[in-house]
């Protein structure tokens, strides 16, 4: 028998050991992502014409748009040819087009994509180029190379360096060098003078271009790097895993669960252990400890049904919400979720402390006020700060009032007061809101996971502090 | 080895009854249709959440009979299935499209869907640009809880991030009523919860400048001249037999279809 | 009568605010008693008078009906029951055998104090860290898939740990002289404990347990991902198959009905958040009712 009870001993270590090991295993798959680049580029028509803006649209490309308007791109793209000549007569634009092959002696019959777009780990680089010429009706003096990010792209979030730059100039056109830093320069334009290509053999002698991805660290950094961003946009074609916005919902909601629970549980636990009578505290206190077992589901619909119309009631117009599922809202019902949880443990620490101490100040003539506030509340400190500590850990891993009550929008606060009343979103729930929607052991299940090992993290954390400040104490609810 | 043994215990499938598994955004039309269903012919259908992924991972691993799906399986999931002995089989089981709602106030004719994309990337910040009155567009949007928030962004904004204005809303029905009170207000959301609704009204919507627009009725979205829709999708294993293929008989017959229609969706046709 | 002095009466002065700050700082105390008990009573109050109206006995045992607006919530029902009778099962092998062993034969040393500290971290992990580990282990990994043995797996994981503690300290609680006495006849350890120890300490770790695992069944978050159904037309019969099969549960329901938005319609919500709050109040009440007789009988 003793032998099982070591055996079980050994499981709940192993288990221990395990929960921690799986989280890490798991969130591997974070790492296994991928940092896109894309841009749309486009040779537009010269020094007259304003900018042409469909030949940036998302929706289409002059390359695209010149052949067949802007509808059937999409379910082409990948098998776009160069278009000849011949095709292109009648239109007085230029054309374009990316080679994905690095190079530039395999043009013809290559496919031809209206924007560079590559999916490439921080670590490997790529060079994809890019030809620009004019068709023979062209009348301008200068050909205009214009570029912007593709859609949800943002260059500066690019663990890549990238560069544009011209490869080679067309056979009696001297230019000098040309290299642009994309990341300082994501969006512009460039002239260069115009070359025309009379046959289909000499398209490929045109400009040609090079998109320069050149790796700066490798994948793990670049993933960690981007995981301390501040933008949570996971379904992105170019996905943002920035915790903050969620980190900071999570903590928020914690403080203003706090600030009302703690003041509020401070004042309820002294009164109970100071001032009521034995009877009065004998039949209060498990009162108050039965709201400890409403599940919190239950507290996140009752702060759905009833506080969160009366948040829009009252503060509506101070903190322009436009809904009650906010901030505010769910610090509230946090509060009232960790009050009891603090009541019961700061009333037990003051109750445990001896009778002497409350004896020797009525002997020194305090009254009840200075006896509590200078005797005994700095005497039960340590059983104090484990309450608030407890709370802290409880509110900070609760899902189900953040999921149904903060709105469950990603954003940054603003740093203003009118913050409180926007809707947030916290980590916990966006586990538990995501991990039915993504594809298993791809990056964004990896990154969930790595949001429960920061949460787990800040559990242990609490733990050792909680441990730091002194006496053990039982860690449940 | 105990729970090895559970494991084994646990792959096995109960017989006679069919398994949906997988989207939210099918869950309710789902518990109706296994409802009716049940009702109707006595068959056990057991329908589970949990969202498209975890429905194609049952089906994956040949867990669930059906495998219930807001988005076309992916490639890789396909071939992931098939290295498991799955053949997956798609089966549209009705039409979703999205209308488009602004306030009764509002008189303009229709939007094409760049002018859409325009106004939710925060591009088109004002009526008066599209020839309306001068009014600031108020912006309501699904907040990211829900899957017609990431169809809605995949083939409206074309995956360009959401303007800064937007307004994220819990429910669709939150978004009626605030396009309801807002003159210059604007949202989008399954057909059924804006029509009949006091102040609202459905703009027609065409898919190119210029082009003829559509209004969400049901011919339009069914003859995808409405631009706005999608299909949603069963999953299962080869051709349907037995009891699955009874389930999938009724969710397409004029019955289940009419069912779909109650919740919001458009039937197949 | 000679005057006051000017020193007395500033005393006088100082003695009567220090008397009134005292009042007013009772008052402040009692307000804050006031508000916490109006905010417990308050919503547990609440959901008591929302959620009788849709109570009867058609709602408890019936299968909700006409799209969930209508009938009852039977099957919910059943599934918790069944959650918490398999963590009831599966926990207190590991967890009580872990409790006795932390109170009885780790000792002090360092090795043990970081168990014991792991274990209270392990405790305070939210359950949405273990609603992920299950969805990895249970559900992946071993390929059980959403299905009540997974739930089952979960929520005694994440059990196990709180019983541990609870065990441990019911343990402790019984006076060192009964297993020094016991061992004193020549019994050996672990039969001092199983005679003298455990059966003063079983009804603290009885209540424990029973806490733990009601609590565990309580919480959404790590049944949403290993265990949840929404809806079923089976007929509900318990036998082997229904290990691998997902249980309808209500806290699971809450959930999924608030990610539907407003399919449930409200009376129902409000019925449902009473069953599933009275289902773990009765738990606790009926844990806590045990321990109070035990402690009546106890014998030092």
Not at chain 1, 377 to 390: C, D, F, Q, S, Y
Request: proline share 5%; with cysteine; hydrophobic share 45%.
């Amino acid at each position: 028998m003793e032998r099982a009870v070591a055996a079980a001993a050994v499981l709940v270590a192993v288990s221990i050991l395990g929960l921690g090991f799986y989280l890490a295993m798991e969130s591997r798959f974070a790492f296994d992502r991928k940092f896109g680049f894309g841009f749309r580029v486009a040779a537009q028509t010269g020094d007259t014409a304003p900018l042409d803006p469909v030949g940036m649209d998302p929706n289409a490309s002059l390359l695209a748009s010149n052949l067949e308007g802007a509808e059937g791109v999409d379910e082409k793209e990948d098998g776009i040819f160069a278009p000849t000549l011949e095709e292109l007569s009648g239109v007085s634009g230029t054309a374009t087009g990316t080679l994905l092959v690095d190079d530039p002696k395999n043009f013809k019959g290559t496919l031809f994509r209206d924007d560079w777009r590559l999916n490439k780990s921080a670590g490997e680089g790529t060079t994809m180029l890019f030809c620009a010429y004019a068709t023979p009706e062209y009348k301008e003096r200068a050909i205009r190379i214009a570029w912007e990010p593709d859609a949800s792209f943002d260059p500066k979030l690019s663990p890549h360096k990238l560069t544009l730059r011209l490869v080679r100039a067309p056979d009696g056109v001297t230019l000098d060098p040309i290299s642009v830093d994309l990341s300082t320069n994501p969006k512009g334009e460039i002239k260069v003078p115009t070359w025309i290509a009379k046959s289909d053999d000499q398209r490929a002698n045109g400009y040609l271009f090079a998109l320069e991805a050149e790796p700066q660290t490798n994948n793990f950094f670049a993933t960690l790097g981007a995981f301390f961003r501040t933008s949570w946009d996971p379904t992105l074609p170019y996905p943002r895993f920035g915790l903050l916005p969620l980190l900071l919902g999570t903590l928020l909601i914690t403080l203003i669960g706090l600030a009302i629970a703690v003041p509020l549980g401070a004042g309820t636990s002294v009164w109970l252990s100071e001032v009521a009578s034995p009877k009065v505290r004998e039949i209060l206190k498990p009162v108050i400890e039965l709201l400890a077992s409403v599940p919190t589901v239950v507290l996140g619909y009752f702060g759905l049904m009833l506080v969160a119309p009366a948040m829009v009631g009252v503060f509506g117009s101070a903190l322009r919400m436009e809904s009650g599922r906010n901030l505010l809202t769910a610090g509230i019902m946090m509060g009232v979720l960790i009050l009891p949880t603090i009541i019961s443990v700061a009333e037990d620490a003051l109750r445990s402390m001896p009778n002497p101490l409350r004896d020797g100040a009525a002997a020194l003539g305090m009254t009840k006020s200075e006896e509590i506030s200078k005797v005994l509340l700095p005497a039960a400190r340590t059983g104090l700060v484990a309450a608030i500590m407890l709370g802290f850990a409880r509110a900070i891993g609760e899902t189900m009032i953040v999921w149904i009550l903060s709105g469950g929008t990603a954003t940054m606060p603003q740093g203003r007061l009118s913050d409180i009343g926007q809707p947030t979103r916290g980590i916990p729930d966006t586990i538990g809101i995501e991990m039915g929607n993504v594809e298993f052991e791809m990056p964004h299940y990896g990154h969930l996971f790595l949001l429960g090992l920061i949460l787990f993290l800040f559990t242990i954390a609490i733990n050792m502090l909680g441990h730091y400040y002194g006496r053990r104490r039982q860690w449940q609810h | 080895m105990i729970l090895e043994a559970v494991a084994a215990l646990a792959i096995g499938k109960s017989l006679g009854t069919v398994s949906v598994k997988g989207s939210d955004t099918l869950l309710v039309v789902n518990q109706r249709w296994a409802e009716a269903y049940g009702k109707t012919t006595g068959g056990s259908v057991a329908v589970t959440g949990g969202g498209s992924s975890i429905g194609i991972r049952a089906f994956i691993n040949g867990v669930a009979d059906i495998c219930a799906s807001s988005r076309p399986m992916r490639e890789s999931e396909i071939r992931s299935a098939r290295s498991r002995g799955s053949i997956a089989n798609e089966i549209p089981v009705c039409l979703d499209g999205l209308a488009i709602a602004v306030n009764q106030s509002n008189k303009i004719e229709s939007l094409s869907m760049d002018d859409l994309r325009r106004i939710y990337v925060g591009q088109i910040t004002n009526w008066k640009q599209l020839g309306g009155p001068d009014e600031a567009i108020v912006v309501f949007s699904r907040d990211s809880n829900s899957g017609t928030y990431g169809f809605f962004q995949l083939n409206v904004l074309k995956n360009q991030n959401w303007g800064p204005q937007v307004r994220f809303m819990p429910s669709t029905s939150e978004e009626a009523r605030e396009v309801a009170r807002t003159d210059g207000g604007i949202a989008y959301g399954g057909v059924a919860y804006f029509q009949g609704k006091k102040n609202i009204r459905l703009v027609p919507i065409s898919a190119k400048k210029g082009g003829e627009a559509f209004a969400p009725s049901e011919q339009n979205v069914r003859s995808k001249k409405y631009p706005i829709w999608r299909y949603l999708y069963y999953y299962t294993n080869g051709k349907p037999s037995g009891d699955t293929k009874k389930f999938i008989d009724f969710v397409l017959s004029p019955a289940g279809q009419r069912i779909a229609e109650e919740v919001g969706y458009y039937s197949l046709k | 009568m000679a005057a006051l002095g000017l020193d007395d009466a500033n005393l006088l002065e100082r003695d009567l605010k220090r008397q009134r700050s005292s009042q007013l700082f009772s008052v402040r105390l009692l307000i804050c008693a006031l508000i916490s008990i109006g905010v417990v009573i308050g919503i547990i109050g609440t959901i008591l008078v929302k959620g009788v109206p849709a109570i009867n006995w058609e709602f408890l045992s019936h299968a909700p009906a006409e799209g969930m607006s209508a009938g009852g919530i039977w099957p919910m029902i059943r599934g918790s029951i069944l959650l918490m009778a398999g963590t009831l099962l599966i926990t207190p092998a590991v967890g009580i055998l872990g409790g006795i062993w932390l109170a009885e034969y780790a000792g002090n040393g360092r090795l043990p104090q970081v168990v014991r500290a792991c274990i209270s971290t392990l405790a305070a992990t939210p359950s949405i860290i273990y609603g992920l580990f299950g969805l990895a282990i249970f559900v992946l990994k071993w390929k059980l898939g959403t299905s009540l043995v997974a739930g089952w797996l979960t929520l005694s994981l994440m059990s196990i740990p709180v019983v541990m503690l609870t065990t441990e300290r019911a343990i402790r609680s019984v006076p060192p002289t009964f297993l020094e006495g016991a061992v004193s006849l020549g019994l050996s350890k672990w039969q001092a404990l199983r005679r003298a120890v455990l059966p003063s300490a079983v009804p603290g770790i009885i209540t424990g347990l029973v806490l733990a695992a009601g609590r565990a069944v309580g919480e959404a978050p790590p049944i949403l991902l290993t265990a949840g159904l929404y809806f079923s037309t089976e007929k509900l019969t318990l036998d082997f198959d229904t290990l691998s099969k997902p249980v309808a549960n209500l806290p699971y329901h809450l959930a999924e009905g608030y990610r539907q938005g407003g399919v449930i319609p409200e009376k129902i919500i409000w019925g449902t958040c009473l069953t599933l709050m009275m289902f773990v109040l009765l738990i606790n009440l009926g844990a806590i009712i045990v321990r109070s007789r035990q402690r009546a009988k106890q014998r030092w």
